[in-house]
């Protein structure tokens, strides 16, 4: 029973939210003996599908995605565009987004100003925070759901003291920030193909991770368990459940980030 019970993934919410805007607009046209355009039947469409994924507590950004799908297959079948570009495009859509129907974590991409705001939270050159040592990286740092790499390149550009690890899920960001990686020339970086889950975070000094909130406590539990005393856990944006970080570093660009520092 208490399997049946179990809430769905957002991604099947959300198609069976789509399904039911659709029935209950089908179902009001007829009763009021309303025959609307196609793209006018699809907005109404999207509206109620928008409006429901409200109601029952979807992510902030399912709500665009809601609206405008069933519009977009209007307007899909109405400008004849050929079948090939549409598999084209549904192939980089699930290279993209690969892993984010079991995650329900999207990709985001870090700012530059992110970037630069996480220099000044790394170990300093002196403080022999990580292995230390002639020859040896001052500290380890891996970002959680490296995305195109951004993060790592630049971190390893202007502290190359520090060794930097990505692990990513998703197939064409992964491939995308390993070349980024290996044409870069960046010894000191590297980036592996796979779930966040299977890393072990004690080896790390600086844990970064920009994910969505639906992981943040279960990750919190990980890094508890994993991470050693002194080394730092930081969350781009998005909060740990009933855990207030020792610092925040508000960052100044579009999406008006927020730094969330722990000192393990």
């Known amino acids: 029973m208490r399997a049946l019970l179990k809430k769905p993934p957002p991604a099947v919410t959300a198609l069976l939210l789509q399904f039911a805007a659709f029935v209950l607009t089908l179902l009001s046209a007829g009763l009021v003996g309303l025959q609307p355009p196609p793209l006018a039947f699809a907005l109404l469409c999207g509206l109620l599908a928008m409006t429901f994924s409200r109601l029952v507590g979807l992510a902030g950004w399912w709500l665009p995605i ?26 980089i859509l699930l290279a993209v987004y690969w892993s984010t129907f079991r995650t329900q974590v999207p990709l985001y991409l870090s700012s530059d100003k992110v970037w630069h705001a996480l220099e000044a939270l790394l170990p300093s050159p002196t403080s022999g925070g990580g292995t230390g040592g002639e020859g040896k990286p001052n500290f380890r740092f891996i970002d959680l759901g490296s995305g195109l790499g951004g993060v790592l390149t630049h971190l390893a550009r202007v502290r190359p003291d520090g060794r930097y690890s990505g692990v990513e899920s998703a197939p064409l960001p992964f491939l995308w920030g390993w070349l980024r990686v290996k044409l870069g020339g960046y ?29 943040m406590e279960r990750l919190w539990r990980k890094a508890r368990a994993e991470m050693r005393p002194g080394t730092v856990f930081i969350s781009s944006t998005f909060a740990v459940p009933e855990q ?10 579009l999406h008006r980030s927020t730094l969330l520092v722990w000192r393990m």
Not at 72 to 85: T, Y
Not at 197 to 209: G, K, M, P, R
Not at 245 to 251: I, S
């Open 187 to 215: 010894r000191n970086c590297s980036v592996r193909w796979g779930s966040l889950w299977n890393c072990d975070l004690a080896q790390y000094d600086v844990v970064f991770a920009y994910l969505s909130p639906v992981p």
């Open 66 to 91: 809601q609206l405008l799908f069933a519009p977009a297959l209007v307007l899909m079948l109405a400008l004849n565009i050929p079948p090939e570009f549409s598999l084209a495009a549904f192939l």
């Open 244 to 253: 207030s970080p020792r610092e925040t570093v508000q960052v100044d660009d």
